[in-house]
């Protein structure tokens, strides 16, 4: 089984690879255009060159909306392989008879080749977890590209090699090395980027799950001493319920989801959701989500309390306005102790000024019960 800092690096390495694809693409399509321009090709060759320009430039835009070859599996990064040695292999034919192209060696677009390399010095083969597998991978990439001019030109010149074009392979093959280096440049920031997510995340456990275990193990010999469990339990949840916010609210945007379903949870059994708020994948600036999610604990506990339990929370963006609506369906709030200027209410509501919003006692309807809205800017006016 992989260590876990091999997974963290497998995944922060796999979410780095699809924009270098992408640029990697790009770099083959302006190669093939600007072949078509420094090498002399047979007549009726450069619309194939053309094509093939036209043809990476798409697959770079693919990849950019979509997933590239690399991020698909092992089964297209075979082909995207291939298609390098074939690619680089046809144009070598097309070539006019006397044009040595960029190396002297019969190689048109020497980078066309190389540029990969730098994508596949650090892709996580088998996913880091075998690093002989890995470096056998990657050095026989390195010899095939290297040796693929040798190839060529023996099928060419039906291996009446020279001097000068041994002196080229050479030169291609110093290029390679570099280009590989390179690849292996960003891994190493891949490593560092690891290592400070890693720092990052300890520090996130130990601010706020360090002394949970001791709470845990309080709360059972609590319950085994005779304590009434259902005591016990709320005030262990409550502890939770302080410790993911914590957890929640050191990300500078925080999920609208990760908030309801934390306010939620502090209440346990005691509060039933008659309709969950559709919020999709929105998220809130910190000092925002600060506020909202201690005004949405605080609103759900007025239901617990005085509201009957049962709640209906719907939700709604107004442009840039964030809407919610809490329903219960208790005796009902009367307005003189919601404006109530010491009130829980009216203290969440000078929070809710200072940030642009607003928190207002509407009609309960012929239902009864309370029903109070929430509105919060998604972010500050300019």
Same mark, same amino acid.
């Not at 046809?90 to 080749?113: E, I, K, R, S, T």
């Not at 997510?197 to 193990?217: I, K, P």
């Not at 939770?240 to 945007?253: D, F």
């Given at each position: 089984?992989p ?8 995944a ?8 270098f694809?992408?640029?990697?693409l790009?770099?083959?399509a302006?190669?093939?255009?600007m072949?078509?321009?420094?090498? +002399?090709? #047979?007549?009726g060759?450069?619309p ?5 320009g036209?043809? /990476? ?8 909306? +979509?997933r =590239?070859?690399?991020t698909?599996? /092992?089964? &297209?990064?075979s082909?995207?392989?291939?298609m390098?040695?074939v690619?680089?292999l ?8 006397g044009?040595f ?9 020497g980078n066309?080749?190389?540029?990969p390399l730098?994508?596949?010095?650090f892709?996580?083969?088998? =996913?880091?977890r075998?690093?002989l @597998?890995?470096w056998?991978i990657e050095?026989?990439?390195v %010899?095939?590209i %290297?040796?693929h001019? $040798?190839?060529?030109?023996?099928l060419?010149h039906r &291996?009446?090699?020279?001097?000068? /074009? %041994? +002196? ?5 093959a110093?290029?390679a090395v570099v &280009?590989?280096?390179?690849?292996? =440049?960003?891994?190493w920031?891949? @490593?560092?980027?690891? #290592?400070v997510?890693? *720092?990052?995340?300890?520090r996130s ?7 949970f275990?001791?709470?845990v *193990?309080?709360a059972?010999r609590r ?13 262990? #949840?409550?502890?939770t319920?302080?410790r993911?916010r914590q957890?929640?609210?050191q990300e500078?945007?925080?999920?609208a989801?990760?908030i309801v379903k ?7 059994d005691?509060?039933? $959701? ?5 919020l999709?994948?929105?998220t ?5 989500a ?8 605080d ?7 005085h509201?009957?339990?049962a709640?209906a929370l ?6 840039? @306005? ?6 219960? *369906?208790g ?7 919601f ?9 969440l509501?000078?929070?809710?000024? *200072?940030?642009g919003?607003?928190?207002?006692l ?8 309370t029903?109070? @809205?929430?509105? $919060?800017?998604?972010?500050?006016a300019?």
């Amino acid at each position: 089984m992989p260590r876990p800092d091999v997974e963290l690096l497998a995944a922060t390495t796999s979410k780095l690879i699809k924009p270098f694809e992408a640029v990697v693409l790009l770099l083959q399509a302006t190669n093939l255009v600007m072949s078509a321009v420094n090498d +002399r090709y #047979r007549d009726g060759a450069l619309p194939v060159v053309f094509a093939l320009g036209g043809l /990476h430039l798409l697959l770079a835009l693919l990849v950019v909306y +979509r997933r =590239g070859p690399l991020t698909r599996g /092992h089964a &297209w990064t075979s082909v995207w392989i291939a298609m390098i040695f074939v690619v680089q292999l046809l144009l070598a034919h097309l070539l006019a008879p006397g044009d040595f192209a960029a190396y002297g060696n019969g190689v048109p677009m020497g980078n066309y080749a190389l540029i990969p390399l730098t994508v596949f010095a650090f892709y996580p083969w088998d =996913g880091f977890r075998n690093p002989l @597998r890995r470096w056998a991978i990657e050095c026989g990439l390195v %010899v095939a590209i %290297v040796l693929h001019p $040798l190839l060529i030109l023996g099928l060419m010149h039906r &291996w009446d090699l020279t001097g000068a /074009h %041994v +002196r080229s392979v050479a030169q291609y093959a110093v290029w390679a090395v570099v &280009w590989f280096l390179t690849g292996k =440049g960003i891994a190493w920031l891949c @490593r560092i980027a690891v #290592r400070v997510e890693t *720092e990052a995340l300890t520090r996130s456990y130990e601010v706020a799950l360090g002394d949970f275990h001791s709470h845990v *193990e309080g709360a059972a010999r609590r319950i085994d001493s005779g304590h009434d469990a259902r005591q016990v339990s709320r005030e262990l #949840r409550e502890i939770t319920y302080a410790r993911r916010r914590q957890l929640l609210l050191q990300e500078h945007n925080v999920g609208a989801v990760d908030i309801v379903k934390n306010a939620v949870r502090l209440h346990g059994d005691r509060l039933v $959701l008659l309709s969950p708020p559709r919020l999709g994948a929105l998220t809130i600036p910190r000092d925002r989500a600060i506020v909202l999610e201690q005004g949405l604990a605080d609103l759900l506990k007025n239901v617990v309390d005085h509201g009957g339990g049962a709640v209906a929370l719907d939700f709604a963006l107004d442009g840039d @306005r964030m809407v919610f609506d809490v329903r219960d *369906e208790g005796p009902g709030l009367a307005p003189e102790a919601f404006a109530e200027p010491t009130s829980t209410m009216q203290r969440l509501r000078r929070k809710l000024l *200072e940030l642009g919003g607003d928190l207002l006692l509407l009609d309960p309807g012929p239902g009864g019960g309370t029903a109070i @809205r929430l509105a $919060l800017p998604l972010r500050s006016a300019r």
